[in-house]
């Protein structure tokens, strides 16, 4: 079965630059979410989208900004990086009718030097 | 969303079942008990979810007590593979259409051969 796909599953940036991660949601799925989890921590909730509107924000920084697109993928923006955004960023999916069920991708890992 | 309380670790045997304890004493009548775990450094998976009767999937089994105060998430004959932080989360799915996730302590399970 298809599963949630990102893009790039690696990625070192220097301070100061900007940052593009891509999820791709399961087939037909129509919510996106976005994780941080840095190193040792629980993963932190970032922002949703259903129907490509913004549905809910947790701690996301004012640095980031994401959308979700006509195809439903979303893209995760992040400029000025900092040290501390070095971390694992994980997009997941969900038919929101369908309840409960996150399926998360295999995450991105970011390291800002 | 109700507060979880599960403790930070355990270690169970490979081949036994692993019983993993999640308190939820304010939880409220609308909300669900879910279970996720994340293997390392991989996205969190779900694994079961419930409202008050007990569930079994072919993940595992969760039992919920009558008062709904608290839960445990039973994986009968664990392998090596479930080593994993165990998340216990509890909300109401009705609550904001956006259903972020939010992923307190959990527990550290290690199957030991």
């Known amino acids: 079965a298809a599963g949630v796909i990102q893009s790039p599953r690696h990625l070192i940036k220097e301070k100061r630059e900007t940052a593009t991660l891509k999820c791709y949601p399961i087939p037909r799925h129509d919510t996106v979410y976005w994780y941080q989890q840095g190193p ?61 069920m996150r399926f998360f991708g295999p995450g991105t890992r970011l390291t800002v030097l | 969303d109700a507060k979880t309380t599960q403790p930070p670790s355990m270690d169970c045997a490979e081949g ?41 999937n072919e993940m595992a089994s969760l039992i919920i007590t009558e008062d709904r105060k608290s839960s445990t998430l039973i994986l009968p004959h664990a392998t090596l593979r479930d080593t994993a932080v165990y998340y216990c989360i509890v909300r109401d799915p009705r609550d904001n259409q956006g259903g972020k996730l939010i992923f307190g302590q959990g527990t550290e399970l290690s199957v030991k051969p």
């Open chain 1, 40 to 100: 040792g921590q629980d993963p932190q909730f970032l922002i949703s989208f259903y129907e490509k509107m913004q549905s809910d924000k947790g701690s996301i920084p004012d640095r980031f900004s994401a959308q979700q697109f006509s195809d439903y993928h979303s893209e995760l923006n992040m400029s000025s990086l900092e040290l501390g955004d070095s971390a694992l960023y994980f997009c997941a999916s969900s038919l929101l009718a369908g309840g409960p």
């Open chain 2, 16 to 56: 036994r079942a692993a019983n993993l304890p999640c308190n939820h004493s304010t939880i409220s009548g609308n909300e669900y008990v879910y279970w996720y775990r994340q293997i390392h450094s991989q996205g969190p998976q779900y694994i079961i979810h419930g409202l008050k009767n007990n569930e079994t």
